[in-house]
């Protein structure tokens, strides 16, 4: 099962020697069954297998470390787990912009109901331009095929979240459209995660509050960026995206810990990386491009 799991060969007879660099296997796990550091409960995205994986010295009959007589690795297969996780918390996005979207939408029937009992109806006619106008222009420029859907409603719906917020939301696309080196569910749980962080943050910090989002191509690489106003990320966490770090409070909806993580594995999956940096807050991950990936 672990041969499998690291994707070798299965040993026909008592111990195998190699070299883990010699063969096709994430670089992190090779570098660590070489040196036998210490791993507790870290993530490793080792061919299409997402592993969580813990090493320790091996111990002696006393139970005390004897690294001399080699290293104890085990490996746990979280790959449906995690796709399943993600096909949750991308329904759980979806689910809460569709709240928005309906809420804002209700204010706005509200108000063009007014102007036109009170006979005002350049205003309303005002009104429904600005209401549809925007939104329309901003779907043209998104979609360039139906796989890309889901993303645009989830866009145009956090725009109406950002508003009911109190947050103002840019949209940055480049034109023409990168493609998301993703499936549908991937980009729902990758960008609505990013997006739903930087509201939280913004929405909690000083005015003026914004968050600016951006798909461009950088370098053979898609690129999405993410930028808020908010306070940033706790200085105590070590690994933001770590399954389980998280500063929102205990009952908060949705669960604690898991969006960024979710986000974190699907890119090292994809190939991608991720960067971090400050004032402002932003987030990048740099996916390989559609046709570099294929």
């Given amino acids: 099962e672990a041969a499998d799991l690291l994707g070798l060969p299965p040993a026909t007879m008592g111990q195998v020697s190699l070299d883990p660099h010699d063969v096709d296997m994430d670089a992190t796990l090779a570098e660590a069954i070489s040196t036998g550091r210490r791993m507790v409960e870290e993530t490793v995205v080792n061919g299409d297998r997402v592993l969580l994986v813990n090493q320790e010295d091996a111990r002696d ?26 096909e949750l918390e991308g329904v759980r996005t979806l689910s809460d912009t569709l709240r928005s979207q309906t809420h804002e939408h209700g204010n706005r029937l509200h108000a063009l109901l007014a102007l036109l009992e009170l006979g005002r109806l350049d205003d309303a006619r005002r009104l429904i331009v600005a209401s549809t106008g925007e939104r329309q222009e901003l779907a043209d420029r998104l979609v360039s095929d139906d796989e890309d859907a889901v993303v645009v409603a989830l866009l145009l719906g956090k725009l109406d979240e950002a508003a009911e917020r109190g947050v103002r939301l840019d ?5 023409p459209r990168p493609r998301l080196p993703l499936a549908p569910a991937e980009a729902v749980t990758v960008v609505g995660n990013l997006v739903d962080n930087a509201l939280d943050a913004a929405a909690s910090g000083a005015e003026p509050r914004w968050v600016r989002a951006a798909l461009t191509e950088k370098g053979g690489d898609v690129a999405i960026e993410v930028s808020d106003s908010g306070g940033g990320f706790d200085p105590s966490l070590p690994d933001p995206f770590a399954f389980g770090a998280s500063t929102k409070p205990e009952q908060a909806p949705g669960g604690r810990g898991v969006g960024l993580a979710l986000v974190r594995d699907i890119v090292a999956a994809r190939g991608g990386t991720l960067q971090i940096t400050g004032d ?5 991950v740099f996916l390989p491009s559609v046709e570099e990936a294929s």
């Fill in 61 to 86: 009959l006393n139970g005390r470390r004897a690294p001399e007589r080699g290293h104890v690795m085990t490996l746990r297969d979280r790959s449906e787990l995690q796709a399943l996780l993600g």
């Fill in 171 to 175: 949209l940055d696309v480049s034109e």
């Fill in 280 to 284: 402002p807050t932003t987030v990048r």
